[in-house]
């Protein structure tokens, strides 16, 4: 029985007979189609991870989509205005006891979780963007002044959300609602 690399005593005369050299380059070749082997299994396997990650990062957005839209509802009913303010953001931070402070921490977590995944490569920053970019810029400045705040007390709390967010600002300028754009002067923290 033969293996799949050799090649049968006829085939070599024959080959020889052809091309007297045949036995000088034969090992050439066969090293080059080892490496063009390599390299098409390389692509496909990147190329299969690729996939597998677009596809975790819808699953776990399309998972947690209920969640947040009802959270952000629940959030949007306590608070009224667009943006919230310096002062009521530092005086909800500062009030531990504060059921809406429990509730913004918990979405805001929630999030942080989401762009941990995204800043380590877990998930696709690509389909994050195209699913949530806008969204996700726009809960960052809505709470801006509460993340802000609570960065006061520790300095690694939202810290990769904050991160997300403002690379998804700079990369892609369209992902900062306009309306948000004017409220909050955001013109120098796209630069």
Same mark, same amino acid.
């Given at each position: 029985?033969?293996?799949?690399?050799?090649?049968?005593?006829?085939?070599?005369?024959?080959?020889?007979?052809?091309?007297?050299?045949?036995?000088?380059?034969?090992?050439?070749?066969?090293?080059?189609?080892?490496?063009?082997?390599?390299?098409?299994?390389?692509?496909?396997?990147?190329?299969? =991870?690729?996939?597998? %990650?677009?596809?975790? #990062?819808? @699953?776990?957005?399309?998972?947690?989509?209920?969640?947040?839209? !009802? &959270? =952000?509802?629940?959030? %949007?009913?306590?608070? #009224?205005? @667009?943006?919230?303010?310096?002062?009521?953001?530092?005086?909800? !931070? &500062?009030?531990?006891?504060?059921?809406?402070?429990?509730?913004?921490?918990?979405?805001?977590?929630?999030?942080?979780?989401?762009?941990?995944?995204?800043?380590?490569?877990?998930?696709?920053?690509?389909?994050?963007?195209?699913?949530?970019?806008?969204?996700?810029?726009?809960?960052?400045?809505?709470?801006?002044?509460?993340?802000?705040?609570?960065?006061?007390?520790?300095?690694?709390?939202?810290?990769?959300?904050?991160?997300?967010?403002?690379?998804?600002?700079?990369?892609?300028?369209?992902?900062?609602?306009?309306?948000?754009?004017?409220?909050?002067?955001?013109?120098?923290?796209?630069?």
């Amino acid at each position: 029985m033969q293996s799949a690399l050799q090649i049968a005593p006829d085939t070599v005369y024959v080959l020889q007979a052809i091309d007297p050299t045949f036995l000088d380059y034969a090992p050439v070749v066969g090293v080059g189609l080892v490496v063009l082997q390599l390299v098409v299994l390389i692509v496909g396997q990147s190329r299969d =991870h690729s996939r597998r %990650k677009k596809q975790a #990062t819808i @699953e776990f957005t399309k998972g947690a989509e209920e969640m947040f839209t !009802v &959270a =952000h509802r629940e959030l %949007k009913e306590a608070l #009224t205005e @667009e943006i919230l303010a310096k002062d009521k953001a530092k005086e909800i !931070v &500062a009030n531990r006891s504060d059921p809406l402070r429990a509730k913004i921490v918990g979405f805001l977590n929630r999030l942080e979780h989401l762009a941990t995944g995204v800043n380590h490569g877990v998930f696709d920053r690509g389909v994050v963007k195209d699913l949530a970019g806008s969204f996700l810029v726009g809960i960052y400045l809505r709470y801006q002044h509460f993340i802000a705040a609570a960065e006061d007390e520790n300095k690694l709390v939202f810290r990769q959300f904050r991160k997300l967010v403002t690379k998804l600002a700079r990369k892609y300028p369209e992902t900062v609602p306009e309306r948000l754009r004017q409220l909050t002067g955001t013109s120098g923290w796209l630069k």
